[in-house]
T-cell receptor
C-alpha cells in the first residue's frame, strides 16, 4: 500500500477510555505530523516529528501523547479526553519538514 | 504567532467562470505558501504551492499569486468545472517546520 494510512477510520470513546491512533507512511518521508480538524476551524497543528525527533508541540494538552518509534510510524495516544476533543485527526508526512505535506484520510473521533 | 485569514468562506460560481480565493498572513518571515483541496470525506491534497522568491506560479487551470509587500496570496481557478467543488485551504510557513492554515473556502461550481 502506498501513501499515508491511518487507523482506525472512526473511533468512539468514553471520557475515561484510553485509545491510540496509528499512522503509517510508505513514502520514505522524514517528517510526520498530527493535525486536528474541527468544523469551521483551521487545521490545527499538534505535533511535528522530524527524523523521529519531536520538533514541535503546539501547546497540546497532555491527554494527547504522541509516539514516533521510527520515521514510518506515528501514534497518538489518547486518555481522559473531553467531548470538545471530538474532531477529525489527520496524520501527514513530508520529505522536507514543513512543505508538501501528504495527508492521510484521518480518524474521525467522537468522545462521549 | 502567525495568523492566516482566508476569504471568502463560501464561493458559488457557474461552470466556466473563474474563482478567486484570497489569503492574508501576518508574519513577514513566512516563505512558503501552499494550497490544499479537500473534497467531501477525503484527505486534503496539495494542488499548488509558491515560495516567497516567486510572484506567480501556474499549473494548467490553477494559479497562485503572491504579494509579499501586502502579505497576501491568492488562488485563481479558471474555467471552473463541477469537480472543482471542494473546500480549499491556504497555508503559510512562518517557521522552519510549521504550516499555519486558513479557515477554508467552500467552492461550489454549478453546472
Amino acid at each position: 500500500e502506498t501513501g499515508v494510512t491511518q487507523t482506525p477510520r472512526h473511533l468512539v470513546m468514553g471520557m475515561t477510555n484510553k485509545k491510540s491512533l496509528k499512522c503509517e507512511q510508505h513514502l520514505g518521508h522524514n517528517a510526520m505530523y498530527w493535525y486536528k480538524q474541527s468544523a469551521k476551524k483551521p487545521l490545527e497543528l499538534m505535533f511535528v516529528y522530524n527524523f523521529k525527533e519531536q520538533t514541535e508541540n503546539n501547546s497540546v494538552p497532555s491527554r494527547f501523547s504522541p509516539e514516533c518509534p521510527n520515521s514510518s510510524h506515528l501514534f497518538l495516544h489518547l486518555h481522559t479526553l473531553q467531548p470538545e476533543d471530538s474532531a477529525l485527526y489527520l496524520c501527514a508526512s513530508s520529505q522536507e519538514a514543513g512543505e508538501k505535506l501528504f495527508f492521510g484520510s484521518g480518524t474521525q473521533l467522537s468522545v462521549l | 504567532g502567525e495568523n492566516v485569514e482566508q476569504h471568502p468562506s463560501t464561493l458559488s460560481v457557474q461552470e466556466g467562470d473563474s474563482a478567486v480565493i484570497k489569503c492574508t498572513y501576518s508574519d513577514s518571515a513566512s516563505n512558503y505558501f501552499p494550497w490544499y483541496k479537500q473534497e467531501l470525506g477525503k484527505r486534503p491534497q496539495l494542488i499548488i504551492d509558491i515560495r516567497s522568491n516567486v510572484g506567480e506560479k501556474k499549473d494548467q487551470r490553477i494559479a497562485v499569486t503572491l504579494n509579499k509587500t501586502a502579505k497576501h496570496f491568492s488562488l485563481h481557478i479558471t474555467e471552473t468545472q463541477p469537480e472543482d467543488s471542494a473546500v480549499y485551504f491556504c497555508a503559510s510557513r512562518p517557521g522552519f517546520q510549521k504550516l499555519v492554515f486558513g479557515t477554508g473556502t467552500r467552492l461550489l461550481v454549478s453546472p
